[in-house]
T-cell receptor, first 114, second 113 residues
């Protein structure tokens, strides 16, 4: 079975540019989570969706960040404009119906903003 | 609010020795507890979980953890370390009505020959 798929795996961009990270959850899973991991702050939940609907976006750092889930098999996390402090590894995770606490992580996107 | 504390950001053991990674939790409700492992340049992988029932939980790769309510602990153990166990390990607790996890700060496990 395919796991959570994220693209790109690595992204290097200049400050001020728009960045879009993509995620395909495991088929049949109905919850999707976006996390950010840095050395300083550890693993932080940014936003999560249930049945394609955003449920909690309290972890989104500021208005420069936005996330969408247009259908059950695709989600995006967009940063516009990007800043050097956004450099981190961004993970997407999905979980099955009734067990949303059991999360399956993708390989992550390493973002570097120069 | 629910939270977890991992004692020791770095743990080093010899190959074949006991692995013990410590996790204490704080929760106002019966907790659901998890251990995840992260290998270099990879995402987190679920090792094991405790929800209800038996307090000794067995996971993948020979790891197990015991839920001890009296000690508010959920320590991860493995009888004999292998070089392939070198990774970062995260303890987590379910929060926010059941859909969210709060992760600890992680423990980097080093296995030496």
């Amino acid at each position: 079975d395919a796991g959570v798929i994220q693209s790109p795996r690595h992204e290097v961009t200049e400050m001020g540019q728009e960045v879009t990270l993509r995620c395909k959850p495991i088929s049949g899973h109905n919850s999707l989570f976006w996390y950010r991991q840095t050395m300083m702050r550890g693993l932080e939940l940014l936003i999560y969706f249930n049945n394609n609907v955003p449920i909690d976006d309290s972890g989104m750092p500021e208005d420069r960040f936005s996330a969408k889930m247009p259908n059950a098999s695709f989600s995006t996390l967009k940063i516009q404009p990007s800043e050097p402090r956004d450099s981190a590894v961004y993970f997407c995770a999905s979980s099955p119906q009734g067990r949303s606490y059991e999360q399956y992580f993708g390989p992550g996107t390493r973002l570097t903003v120069t | 609010a629910q939270s977890v504390t991992q004692l020791g950001s770095h743990v080093s053991v010899s190959e074949g020795a006991l692995v013990l990674l410590r996790c204490n939790y704080s929760s106002s409700v019966p907790p659901y507890l998890f251990w995840y492992v992260q290998y270099p340049n990879q995402g987190l992988q679920l090792l094991l979980k405790y929800t209800t029932g038996a307090t000794l939980v067995k996971g993948i790769n020979g790891f197990e953890a015991e839920f001890k309510k009296s000690e508010t602990s959920f320590h991860l153990t493995k009888p004999s370390a292998h070089m392939s166990d070198a990774a970062e390990y995260f303890c987590a607790v379910r929060t926010g009505g059941g859909n969210k996890l709060t992760f600890g700060t992680g423990t980097q496990l080093k296995v030496e020959l």
